[in-house]
């Protein structure tokens, strides 16, 4: 885990073992089969989504291994939502809400963007904790925040709750909410754990 004033990701060449994945998602069913399968999460070398551009990733048309950009090796946490006593795995982000974000919305960030969105404009891969946003808004407020939020501006709102941690239960009383990992549709539920495994992974980019 990163503390403060510390360096964080060093140039390093990946194991010939490391397994190249060009988003999110791929990265999570690569880790979700192999914890599946009872082995050693493998080391991913990351050529796309949130989370690679969080870390300054270059564009995907760039292959840092053949171009003679250096590679940069980083610890990263793994998100782990329990439902029903299944585990599902994220990299990025967690986000439960309904069609067209009506009604509650809960998102947990681990990386920074969420598509076109800097909805983790404090989050930090490495840190420990996932940077979590709950509440609801009006139309005219989702659109407002919409917009804010290509900025990471969104925040503070008075009818969104943020905190950071690395446990949460979550519990929905009114209707299910349908839960996207790393921007894939998964299951629709009521109730769910999520915690943050510290320094599980290690991504190259």
């Given at each position: 885990m990163i503390g403060p004033?510390?360096?964080?990701?060093l140039p390093a060449e990946p194991p010939s073992s490391a397994i190249v994945v060009d988003s999110d998602a791929a990265g999570s069913m690569v880790l979700a089969e192999a914890r599946r399968l009872g082995e050693r999460l493998p080391a991913l070398v990351l050529r796309g989504g949130d989370l690679h551009r969080t870390l300054g990733g270059v564009p995907r048309s760039v292959d840092r291994r053949t171009d003679g950009h250096q590679m940069i090796r980083f610890p990263v946490d793994l998100g782990v939502?329990?439902?029903?006593?299944t585990e599902h795995l994220f990299l990025a982000h967690a986000v439960l809400r309904l069609p067209l974000?009506?009604?509650?919305?809960i998102v947990l960030m681990n990386a920074q963007w969420c598509g076109p969105l800097d909805l983790g404009p404090?989050?930090?891969?490495?840190?420990g904790l996932l940077d979590v946003t709950d509440g609801s808004l009006t139309l005219r407020q989702r659109l407002e925040a919409r917009r804010r939020a290509r900025s990471g501006t969104h925040l503070p709102h008075p009818d969104l709750?943020?905190?950071?941690?690395?446990?949460l239960f979550i519990e929905e009383s009114d209707r299910p909410l349908t839960l996207h990992l790393d921007?894939?549709?998964?299951?629709?539920?009521?109730?769910?754990?999520?915690?943050?495994?510290?320094?599980?992974v290690t991504v190259y980019v």
């Open positions: 004033g510390s360096e964080y990701g939502v329990e439902v029903d006593g974000w009506r009604g509650r919305f404090r989050s930090h891969p490495g840190d709750r943020t905190r950071r941690t690395s446990q921007g894939v549709r998964v299951l629709r539920c009521r109730t769910a754990t999520v915690t943050l495994e510290s320094d599980a």
